[in-house]
Every structure is written in structure tokens, then in C-alpha cells.
């Protein structure tokens, strides 16, 4: 079990540096470009890997059901958005807004023909947590935005005060 969760703490981490250096990336090339080329990107290194390691074993299968393809479009779609969001909202908001959409989602997609019960309402308190954190951090960031501007003709006054002296 410790395993996985560092695995999971671990993902979280490239997660968050991914999105910063794809934030960066669509600054200059845009969010399409971004995309493409983070996921031509990430194709070459998983074609190196394969070949390197799984070269018998490329068979798909016919059992895989035609929308399970739509994992990757939607890939595209979300470092496309990401690229296009980060840049102008921050990481650290841009993260926390999509933590929260993942875990509304994710709790919507497990309570799907279960019937409800402690854990349900445990993970739906979690979920609520996490959106409440989100609005904390959304409406502190507003606050400081409209404090800096203040600070900011406060020291350029400041500033013009000592020139004139």
C-alpha cells in the first residue's frame, strides 16, 4: 500500500511540474502546439520504452470497447486547456481548480449503481473540503490582487515624494 500511494504522491508531483512546464510552453507556441508536441513528445519516449522493454507484447486486443479510444483525445483536450488556463490563472490555481473538478468526478463516477452509504458520505465531505479550500484560496488570491495595486501607488507616491526632496 505504501507503494502506491508514493506512486500516487509521486504522479501528483510530475502532474504539477508537467502543467508548469506546459504553462510556459503555451505562453510562446500556444495551447494546440503545446499539445502536440507534449504528446509527440511523450510518444517517442513511450516508443523508446516499449521497444525497449515490452517488444512481444504490442497486441491490443478485440475486446476493447471503441470509447475506451476516447482517453486519449481527451489527453489532448486537458493539456490543451491547461496550457491555455495556467498561464493566465497561475499553477498553484489552475492545480487546485482541477483537483477539484477530478475529485467531483471521481465521486460522481464511484457512486454510479452504488447505493449510498457511510463512505459515500465521507468521500462526498472530502470532496466539499477540497471545493471549500479551492473558494478559500480563489477568494484570498482576489483579495491580495486588490491590496497590491494600493501598496503599489503607495510606494510610487512615495517615491515622488523623495524625488521632489
Known sequence: MLLFVSLALL?????????AINGHLGKKVG???TSLWNHAVGF?????LIGLF???DLAVGTGVPANAWLGGVLGVVFVALNSHVIPRLGASKTTSLVVA?????????????KPVSSATVVTLIGAA??????W????STKKNAQREPAQDAVSDHEEARRAVR
Open 11 to 19: 504522479n501528483g508531483i510530475l502532474i504539477g511540474t508537467s502543467r
Open 31 to 33: 495551447p494546440l502546439r
Open 44 to 48: 517517442i519516449f513511450l516508443s523508446v
Open 54 to 56: 515490452y517488444r512481444n
Open 101 to 113: 473538478a477530478q475529485m467531483l468526478a471521481s465521486v460522481a463516477i464511484d457512486s454510479f449503481g
Open 129 to 134: 473540503l477540497i471545493i471549500a479550500g479551492v
Open 136 to 139: 478559500l484560496s480563489a477568494s
